[in-house]
């Protein structure tokens, strides 16, 4: 069964930077889309960015343009860029397959917290 563990979060100030990883335990999700998910909370858990097995890459509007996902099969790496952070972008990140096709299927890791103070 593929674990995955994220990390990488932390407290940064508006405006900065931070660069999450996602490791996985087997190599079978190197055939899946995987995508990282936020949940803020009260609220819902939310796919913010995918990237297929092929390396085609995909954003939710509200981190479009800010945030670069990036995998490397090889090494069962998962990456999430996050640049000029907002105090909304506050929330436990996590990793797991998804897609426009395809939901989560692997178990939730522990995930990451992503603090971004005003």
């Known amino acids: 069964q593929v674990q995955l563990v994220e990390s990488g979060g932390g407290l940064v100030q508006a405006g900065g930077s931070l660069r999450l990883s996602c490791a996985a335990s087997?190599?079978?999700?190197?055939?899946?889309?995987m995508g990282w998910y936020r949940q803020a909370p009260g609220e819902q858990r939310e796919l913010v960015a995918f990237?297929?097995?092929?390396?085609?890459?995909n954003y939710a509007g509200s981190v479009k343009g800010r945030f670069t996902i990036s995998r490397d099969n090889a090494k069962n790496m998962v990456y999430l860029q996050m640049n000029s952070l907002k105090p909304e972008d506050t929330a436990v990140y996590y990793c797991?397959?998804?897609?426009?096709?395809?939901?989560?299927?692997?178990?939730w890791g522990q995930g990451t917290q992503v603090t971004v103070s005003s």
């Open positions: 797991n397959s998804g897609s426009s096709y395809i939901g989560p299927i692997y178990k």
């Open positions: 087997g190599n079978i999700f190197s055939i899946n889309a």
């Open positions: 990237i297929t097995s092929g390396g085609s890459t």
